[in-house]
């Protein structure tokens, strides 16, 4: 995690369809340049998938997509770094950093995620093995709901503290980012739905489309 003073988020928008009744998590997402909007929709998918097991829904907006944020939600703002895109041609290799991070100022953690798009794209790419491009673009953008869905859970629960399972560990590999499946503990899902109850959400059990 970063020390960090207060970061706006800034940069290309893109706009989905959002659902705006009763959602526990709400992520406003802006990007440094235009991404694969196949990779971002699998990465949305992914971070609702992974949070489904804990009862808790999630909703996307851009800051241009007019809307409201839902209430009682915990609202996320999420900036992600770099192309969002597989590109063979301009991928340089993986270097050991991280993969995103939730900012903080005063020991406190604020509500601003970051990812490192280019970092995790190199990552997969390194170690796509012989899967054509289309699945490729699919495994980027599930490796970005993996490494959104772990700093959410910092940003929840409000610590630093790590689990035991593949996605919660202290360091993710490549090889977590393209498991067929990873899912939180039993142990980590008590933790999160007892965060967001301190938070007078209500945990409802709706899958967000």
Not at 124 to 136: A, E, F, H, K
Not at 155 to 179: C, E, I, K, N, W
Request: charged share 20%; glycine share 8%; net charge negative.
């Amino acid at each position: 995690m970063r020390s960090a003073a207060v970061i706006v988020a800034t940069g290309v928008l893109l706009s989905y369809p959002l659902t705006l009744v009763g959602e526990d998590l709400f992520v406003l997402a802006a990007f440094d340049r235009s991404p694969d909007t196949a990779a971002v929709e699998h990465m949305r998918q992914e971070t609702a998938r992974i949070f489904a097991d804990t009862g808790a829904t999630l909703a996307w907006r851009t800051r241009t997509q007019p809307g409201i944020m839902p209430p009682g939600a915990v609202r996320v703002t999420l900036q992600l770094h770099g192309s969002c895109r597989v590109e063979p041609n301009m991928l340089s290799l993986a270097e050991d950093g991280p993969m995103g991070w939730v900012e903080s100022y005063g020991g406190e953690m604020l509500s601003l995620i970051d990812v490192d798009c280019d970092r995790i794209s190199a990552m997969v790419w390194q170690n796509r093995g012989t899967l054509p491009l289309p699945l490729v673009v699919r495994a980027f953008g599930r490796a970005l709901g993996r490494v959104l869905a772990h700093e959410l859970y910092h940003y929840v629960t409000q610590s630093p503290a790590h689990g035991a399972s593949d996605l919660f560990r202290p360091v993710m590999t490549s090889r977590d980012l393209m498991l067929p499946d990873v899912r939180f503990e039993p142990a980590e899902i008590e933790v999160l739905r007892k965060a967001l109850s301190a938070r007078g959400e209500p945990l409802t059990c709706r899958a967000i489309s």
